[in-house]
Nanobody
Framework: AQLAESGGGSVQTGGSLSLTCKGSGSSVYDLEMGWFRQVPGKDREGVAGIANDGTSNYADSVKGRFTISRDIAKNTLFLQMNSLKPEDTAMYYC?????????????????WGQGTQVTVSS
């Protein structure tokens, strides 16, 4: 499976962005999918995940501001990001697990996109 993110960009504090992850090849969208982010010098951080049954979970830092969703029929994963803060600035990655449900940890995800940059200015 190949994953490709889009929708990153630059916004001011309080703004919104919507990320999209399109899958191709074998379908991974009946498995746990997630969004991660990484800044230089730090580990990749789990942002939001959605399980096979649609159950979602979020990092505490984004709860109430970010929403993850998926369209299995279209092999597409979404991340709606509202009330963005400068600390949300990072490279954002779409990922697929090999499990129908998995913790929001990078080691549980084996398929990754190339990433899309999100920059939030104060």
């Amino acid at each position: 499976a190949q994953l490709a993110e889009s929708g990153g960009g630059s916004v001011q504090t309080g703004g919104s962005l919507s990320l999209t992850c399109k899958g191709s090849g074998s379908s991974v969208y009946d498995l746990e999918m997630g969004w991660f982010r990484q800044v230089p010098g730090k580990d990749r951080e789990g942002v939001a995940g959605i399980a096979n049954d649609g159950t979602s979970n979020y990092a505490d830092s984004v709860k109430g501001r970010f929403t993850i969703s998926r369209d299995i029929a279209k092999n597409t994963l979404f991340l709606q990001m509202n009330s963005l803060k400068p600390e949300d600035t990072a490279m954002y990655y779409c990922a697929a697990s090999s499990f129908k449900t998995a913790p929001l940890k990078a080691s549980f995800f084996g398929h990754w996109g190339q990433g899309t940059q999100v920059t939030v200015s104060s």
